[in-house]
């Protein structure tokens, strides 16, 4: 089993930034997909931003530009760096891990979530 651990999450005005970490423990193995998703009130849960261990990236169209992922591989831990903010990125972001050993057998694992919200 893994553990994942966020941290990070607040009340930041419009405009300011956070960074969201995510700290990930247990059965960790050779091939990791990493990201964080958001899920605001009433809405469905949408996926923010993707990394993997070999290092490829995928964000959101709201988000490019503003946002940026990262992962310490040696640590296993993954990071969002969000600029900018908007009211509109408002929500529950979820640490998101998806490992194993194999690339294309990947059990998937979800935090407990942390809160931003940004004030306009």
């Known amino acids: 089993q893994v553990q994942l651990v966020e941290s990070g999450g607040g009340l930041v005005q419009a405009g300011g930034s956070l960074r969201l970490s995510c700290a990930a423990s247990?059965?960790?193995?050779?091939?990791?997909?990493m990201g964080w998703f958001r899920q605001a009130p009433g809405k469905q849960r949408e996926v923010v931003a993707l990394?993997?261990?070999?290092?490829?990236?995928n964000y959101a169209d709201s988000v490019k530009g503003r946002f940026e992922i990262s992962s310490d591989n040696a640590r296993n831990r993954v990071s969002l760096q969000m600029n900018t903010l908007e009211p509109e990125d408002t929500a529950v972001y979820y640490c998101?891990?998806?490992?194993?050993?194999?690339?294309?057998?990947?059990?998937?694992?979800w935090g407990q979530g942390t809160q931003v919200t940004v004030s306009s």
């Open positions: 990394i993997s261990t070999i290092g490829s990236t």
């Open positions: 998101n891990w998806k490992t194993g050993s194999r690339w294309n057998d990947l059990k998937q694992y």
């Open positions: 247990g059965s960790i193995f050779r091939f990791n997909v």
